[in-house]
């Protein structure tokens, strides 16, 4: 079962049951992994925010994680979050059943995953390159991602 951390109040800007998931809007492997949702949710269940974005700080500051330095991908679903690893396992869920293997990941003893989790993330902009500045997402992608109400 993953675990996720609760809060008293459910999460801004999202309609109940909806999952969001906080990407570094910079980070050339975190657009990656924001592309490769994009593909593989057929069901259009995923959607994203960069944590530059307003609405990526508002949920930042929601679940209380650091709005200046942020280090992993968290995910958003009514008053729940889950960051690192558990993040990852809460997102597969919702892609096609092909993608489902990789939950036996979970198996491994969470220090272990969170441990490689975060050598990733520590070394992302290194190994993986960094933008000068946060895209913006395609027209055709656009409602993919959160939009505060105007």
């Known amino acids: 079962m993953p675990t996720s951390q609760i809060r008293p109040t459910p999460a801004p800007l999202l309609r109940p049951g909806e999952t969001v998931v906080l990407f570094d809007g910079v ?4 657009n990656g992994w924001a592309r490769f949702l994009i593909r593989h949710d ?3 269940s995923i959607r994203l925010a960069a944590v530059q974005s307003p609405e990526g700080q508002a ?3 929601w ?3 650091p709005q200046d330095h942020f280090d992993t991908m968290a995910v958003i679903r009514d008053h729940h979050f889950w960051v690192r690893s558990d993040a990852v396992f809460e997102v597969v869920v919702l892609l096609p059943r092909r ?3 990789v939950r036996l990941l979970r198996y491994v003893p969470r220090r272990l995953r969170d ?3 975060d050598r990733i993330a520590l070394n992302r902009y290194w190994l993986f390159g960094k933008y000068d500045i946060c895209l913006l997402p395609h027209p055709d992608h656009e409602r993919r991602f959160l939009k505060s109400p105007m």
Do not use: I, V
Request: aromatic share 16%.
């Open 27 to 30: 980070c050339k492997l975190c």
């Open 42 to 44: 057929h069901d259009q």
């Open 59 to 61: 949920l930042l500051a």
């Open 63 to 65: 679940a209380g994680l």
């Open 99 to 101: 993608w489902r293997p």
């Open 115 to 117: 441990w490689a989790y």
